[in-house]
Nanobody, 116 residues
């Protein structure tokens, strides 16, 4: 059974930082590209960042320079370090795993709220 379990969300003040984690089980983690998506209230889910199997990264323009994705294949975990958070970053953040054949899995999401 495949599971992606996000953690690390919460309430943070503008300008603050959070680190999200996504622990994977039931998959060969190193065979998957890992990504983070987010969905703000009333909006569609949007892509945030991806890290490939080889460790190459890509970011949405809205988070470039503020967010950093990383992975630890030994721990089957992907991380999202989020700095300089602002209200526009408020959303439910979802972890995504996608293999080379297009098969994918989603986590249940973790809430990030940026507010003073």
């Amino acid at each position: 059974q495949v599971q992606l379990v996000e953690s690390g969300g919460g309430l943070v003040q503008p300008g603050g930082s959070l680190r999200l984690s996504c622990a994977a089980s039931g998959i060969i983690f190193s065979a998957y590209a890992m990504a983070w998506y987010r969905q703000a209230p009333g909006k569609q889910r949007e892509w945030v960042t991806t890290i490939t199997r080889r460790g190459n990264t890509d970011y949405a323009d809205s988070v470039k320079g503020r967010f950093t994705i990383s992975r630890d294949n030994a721990r089957n975990t992907v991380y999202l370090q989020m700095n300089s958070l602002n209200a526009d970053d408020t959303a439910v953040y979802y972890c995504n795993a996608r293999d080379r054949y297009g098969g994918e899995h989603w986590g249940q999401g973790t809430q990030v709220t940026v507010s003073s």
